[in-house]
């Protein structure tokens, strides 16, 4: 998500004082009356942000840490996500860790352990207890500091910006107003919000402010540009595809997403995007559409379907999130279940994403790399082998994976990572029967493009009789690659039949494509699509 920087000028009131103690005493300053206004802008018709990573469920707990269940604020102070639970927990995701281990922290203020709202700078916790006060806890120096901001304040959301004190926001329930505070100088002001829209969340990050509302129980995210006490708006999305959930507070990750988290016991993180941009022209024009042809039901025991392969005797194998393999018949009914556990690591949820089929084994690729053999004995598969893939990015970084294709007469195996960025440089890499390198090439294409064509999102990849095809979830697009990365072609895939893509198969001259779900939505089927391959 780009965001393009525009200001307007607004005018500074003097506001209020502080305190510092040991005692937490405040000293109430009256706000001046006078007030600006603020447009809090409605979402246009069809303007929507939706799901792009379920964060919550991909959490690890190590021993002795408890769910997080009932959060009340987060705050992204990458690489970590700061989690705040009143009068229950404070801790934070270690986004550096490769399970997402959660760690909780002995939070020694009992004030800001009773926050409404809760945000971290480095050692300084900021935080409002929806009451007319903001408050500082210092948790080095064991120091509190607080200012009361007149009498009537009912401050329920706190924002902050991460380079030093001089830009500190608020929203005051009672008045409906956003309040912009200066610590250092003592100034601020007030803006009093148009329109009569609950407002859940606020976050800064850099030059980016973001605000999350309701109205009329459909919630919604706005972004504006801020410098200092300047506002513009830029963007508003409504929050599509979540049902019921309440959101209550909202951050800004370092590649873009957003992060909103929900009061939901289990499912309460989101990371989302615009869906214009995951469904998008994209950057290459499209050779074709694929043409719907059928689709399959799958049984509701298959939960978030994350990899499919194709096996000679018309048979299926499916992979999930759930660490599981499915056999399935010809017409997709089920025939066995099988759980996957490595030796290495703790296959966390979201863990394994893709399969290769053998007779009498698999192979299981995990999204950092690692293969697991799994060979059938006796009517169980156990796992007899682990391979991990070595192949790293100019900077020594190992990439990331969604999707493994084999050549299965030359035993080859064929990977695009699944990168983060327009930036990244998206490659195709061909490794040998062993799944040691045989060959890499940065993926190109030989004509003019509208952007950059490292924006596809590789989901899915299989090979079919010498070209490579890539499964894009970002723009739902199939997208053909010959044998040194050069993209020969794009075919469009229509939202509406595949609104989640995760995987494909060929077979017979069709792709099979493979959709995931979230835990409270049904099974998607499995979708055929005719196309000309060759």
Not at 76 to 85: A, E, L, S
């Amino acid at each position: 998500m780009l965001f393009k920087k525009s200001l307007i000028a607004l005018s500074l009131i003097p506001l209020l004082s502080a305190c510092n103690s040991d005692d937490d005493s405040t000293d109430p300053i009256s706000p001046v009356p006078t007030q600006p206004l603020l447009e809090l802008v409605m979402p246009e018709t069809g303007a929507s942000m939706v799901e792009d990573f379920p964060l919550a469920i991909y959490v690890s707990y190590p021993e002795g840490e408890k769910p997080v269940e009932a959060i009340t604020s987060i705050d992204v102070n990458w690489p970590k996500v700061d989690i705040h639970q009143a009068s229950t927990e404070y801790g934070f995701i270690d986004g550096d860790s490769a399970e997402l281990f959660y760690h909780s922290r002995v939070q020694d203020s009992n004030d800001a352990m009773n926050a409404t709202d809760l945000e971290r700078q480095q050692d300084k916790l900021w935080f409002v207890a929806s009451d007319n006060t903001l408050n500082q806890y210092d948790r080095a120096a064991d120091q509190s500091t607080a200012w009361t901001l007149g009498d009537d304040a009912v401050f329920t959301e706190l924002a902050i910006d991460e380079e030093g004190n001089e830009h500190i926001w608020l929203y005051n329930l009672a008045a409906h107003q956003l309040t912009h505070f200066n610590s250092v100088t003592g100034q601020s002001t007030s803006y009093s919000l148009t329109n009569d829209i609950a407002v859940n969340g606020i976050a800064i990050s850099e030059d980016n402010f973001l605000l999350l509302a309701e109205a009329d129980g459909q919630a919604m995210v706005m972004h504006y540009l801020v410098d200092g006490n300047t506002l513009t708006h830029t963007n508003s999305w409504y929050l599509e595809g979540f049902g019921a959930s309440e959101f209550n507070d909202i951050g800004l990750m370092p590649d873009g997403r957003i992060a909103v988290s929900t009061t939901d016991a289990k499912e309460n993180i989101f990371l989302v995007m615009d869906k214009s941009e995951l469904i998008g022209a994209g950057p290459i024009e499209d050779t074709g559409e694929l043409a719907l042809a059928k689709q399959y039901p799958l049984s509701a025991e298959i939960v978030q379907p994350s990899g499919i392969w194709s096996m000679h005797d018309d048979s299926w194998m499916i992979i999930t999130d759930q660490a599981e393999m499915f056999t399935l018949d010809s017409e997709f009914n089920t025939q066995a279940r099988v759980k996957i556990e490595f030796d290495s690591i703790n296959c966390n949820q979201g863990c394994t994403e893709a399969i290769v089929g053998g007779v009498d084994e698999f192979f299981a690729l995990t999204d950092n790399g690692l293969v697991g053999q799994f060979n059938q004995d006796n009517g169980s598969y156990q796992l007899t082998q682990e391979h991990q893939i070595t192949v790293s990015n100019d900077e020594g970084e190992s990439y990331r994976y969604s999707g493994l294709g084999k050549n299965e007469a030359s035993g080859e195996y064929f990977l695009v990572p699944d990168q983060g960025g327009e930036d990244d440089k998206d490659v195709l890499i061909i490794l040998n029967s062993d799944f040691t390198l045989k060959e890499k090439h940065v993926i190109t294409f030989p004509d003019e493009v509208d952007g950059s064509i490292f924006e596809y999102d590789a989901q899915g990849v299989q090979y079919d009789a010498g070209y490579v095809y890539v499964l894009s979830e970002k723009y739902t697009k199939v997208i053909k690659i010959n044998l040194t990365g050069e993209i020969i072609a794009v075919f469009d895939l229509d939202n509406a039949d595949v609104s989640d893509p995760s995987d494909l198969a060929i077979r017979d001259g069709q792709i099979y494509i493979l959709g995931d779900h979230e835990n409270e939505e049904p099974v998607p089927p499995v979708s055929v699509f005719d196309i000309e391959l060759h």
